[in-house]
């Protein structure tokens, strides 16, 4: 093995083993927020047939990304539900990207190009994606996008105007990367944009010749896009009033939000999970700074060109580029909490790192000889700092209670960490200290409705736990599911909450009018026919209870809840004829 090739085996070990050094908390961690959905209460991972399910039903999961729900099912047949395992493979991907991001920058004679990777590997702003189980999407999306650009690259040398006709394998090899990619995760869209801006920070133009070929992964890219904008909005519920925003408010939005990630690459503290939802208005002119800042630099980086090049001005497109479907103009459902979060900007930070990597090596070069040694002890430092950090934010990621306090404690406004820890708390008995949790979330967001449903349902069970049927805390929490009812008509645990509190206290009347709303929604659902056969049966409407309970019993036969239901009907009968 010649020097070379060994001194490349050696960086690229290392871009390898910093992510396991900085991540080694993670061995301890468990899961978090929405990787229930995603992997513990995910049915789809236990069978064959959950696993078509993952590929032909896309309702059948929270975003449809089928491969990544694949590797889920696989290691669900290899280590169950140990979240070591799914941490690892995180992990593992992370380094990868970091390996493959070397590659591709050396290919493109990026200076830095190592020291870029190094800098992805251990930047803490990538500790969201890395380890949260749910991120899976982002660093399995970007591992296989940065292997279709080098397989591209290839295929097509951005630095020549003829391909060699024997590289051709080399494309088909790349579009299968990318679709495999946009399985994954559709932010991945914008890698055909991205090799157009190579070519021209390469060569200074585009021809129609270099078009072409991207004609399929622009077809197959944006009809991922358009499925991911239908699935968002209808399947998962990014609609309503939390997403009204005007376009003119829609470009404030992206503008400050182009700063805003660019800043946290700069200065990575504090990163929180929920991060202040900003207040978006066209009347308040300061808002405008952002995205004409915006537009100024690219201005000045275009007039610079001649100067300083073409590579600062490609590195802040492809930046903004890839971000642009996180940016404000399409609703996603974390908008709802925020408009901005660290795993937002996994796919963009590579192209400012770079810059910022390939700054250093000119300064350095400019400086001469004299310099490299200072600026290899800065460069260590650097990336010792930047782990050092990353190490300690992996440590918020070990449970779901220190995740949701650090987050409170960084954004005491954070309605939802909130809401979470109260029903995280609740879940493990602990309603007591719930309460005054769910309280917080109902004051900071009155308008919504899963708010008022937590603080009824911690009520309740507090109520319960303390054997007081008519408490206070009771009503009360018959109130909160009236008022989550109210905000949301079609808000089925809500009913279903309200019914049985209000069954709790002898409020029959209203319970059946909440189970037949839901009825209404769900005309077979078992449990809502039951209990409105119940509630009907206990105001004395013996006749028309019969009707719910023998609809249950057809809907689920197998069931002995209804045959009982109709048995208690039975004997309340000939209660009623003997009187």
């Not at 991972?45 to 449809?64: E, H, K, N, V």
């Not at 504090?270 to 202040?276: E, M, Q, V």
Request: charge should be positive.
């Amino acid at each position: 093995m010649t020097a070379s090739r060994s001194r490349d085996v050696l960086a690229g070990s290392a871009l390898l083993l910093l992510p396991i050094l900085v991540y080694w908390p993670l061995r301890s961690a468990g899961f978090i927020w929405d990787d229930d959905s995603y992997v513990t209460q995910n049915q789809n991972l236990r069978t064959l047939a959950g696993l078509a399910r993952i590929w032909f039903d896309p309702r059948s999961l929270p975003q449809y990304y089928p491969l990544v729900h694949t590797t889920y099912w696989a290691e669900f047949q290899l280590w169950g539900l140990s979240a070591t395992g799914y941490h690892a493979t995180n992990v593992l991907l992370h380094g990868t990207c970091a390996l493959l991001l070397w590659r591709v920058l050396a290919r493109l004679c990026v200076p830095g190009a190592w020291l870029a990777a190094a800098i992805f590997a251990v930047h803490p702003v990538m500790t969201e994606s890395v380890a949260w189980i749910t991120e899976r999407k982002n660093v399995l999306s970007l591992a296989l996008a940065l292997a279709a650009l080098a397989n591209y690259l290839r295929f097509a040398p951005p630095e020549r105007e003829v391909r060699d006709p024997a590289q051709r394998r080399f494309y088909l090899l790349s579009l299968a990367l990318f679709a495999a990619a946009l399985l994954s995760k559709t932010v991945v869209c914008s890698l055909p944009a991205v090799i157009l801006v190579v070519i021209w920070w390469k060569r200074g133009h585009i021809r129609v010749t270099d078009l072409l070929p991207l004609t399929p992964f622009f077809a197959i890219g944006l009809a991922a896009g358009a499925t991911t904008i239908w699935l968002e909005t209808n399947h998962v519920g990014a609609s309503g009033g939390e997403w009204a925003l005007a376009p003119i408010e829609r470009v404030l939005l992206a503008g400050r939000a182009l700063w805003f990630y660019a800043g946290k690459l700069a200065w990575p503290h504090p990163l929180i999970f929920f991060y202040p939802r900003w207040v978006i208005r066209a009347s308040e002119p300061w808002q405008f700074m952002f995205p004409i800042g915006v537009v100024f630099v690219v201005a000045a980086l275009w007039a610079l060109r001649g100067r300083i090049g073409r590579g600062p001005l490609a590195a802040v497109l492809i930046f903004a580029g890839v971000l642009f479907p996180a940016l404000g103009f399409f609703d996603v459902y974390p908008f709802r909490y925020s408009f901005v979060a660290d795993h937002f900007q996994y796919h963009a930070a590579p192209a400012l790192i770079a810059l910022f990597a390939a700054t250093c090596m000119a300064g350095v070069a400019r400086l001469g000889s004299r310099a490299r040694v200072p600026a290899s002890v800065a460069a260590f430092a650097l990336l010792a700092i930047l782990g050092t950090l990353a190490f300690l934010q992996a440590h918020v990621y070990q449970d779901l209670e220190t995740l949701y306090r650090r987050t409170i404690a960084d954004n005491h406004d954070a309605w939802n960490a909130y809401l979470n820890l109260a029903n995280h708390l609740s879940s493990v008995g602990r309603n007591t200290e719930a309460v005054p949790l769910a309280r917080e979330a109902v004051r900071l967001a009155p308008q919504i409705a899963d708010a008022h449903n937590t603080l009824g349902g911690v009520l309740f069970l507090a109520s319960a736990a303390s054997g007081a049927a008519q408490s206070a805390q009771l009503s009360e929490a018959i109130d909160a599911f009236a008022r989550a009812i109210a905000l949301d008509p079609v808000h089925i645990d809500a009913l279903y909450n309200g019914a049985v509190a209000s069954t709790a206290v002898g409020r029959h009347a209203n319970a059946s009018r909440y189970y037949a709303r839901i009825l209404e929604l769900q005309p077979d659902a078992v449990d809502a026919l039951l209990g409105l056969g119940r509630s009907l049966a206990l105001q004395g409407r013996l006749d028309e209870a019969e009707l719910p309970l023998r609809t249950a019993l057809r809907v689920a036969p197998s069931r002995a809840e209804p045959k009982q239901a109709l048995a208690e009907l039975a004997t309340l009968r000939a209660k009623a004829a003997g009187n």
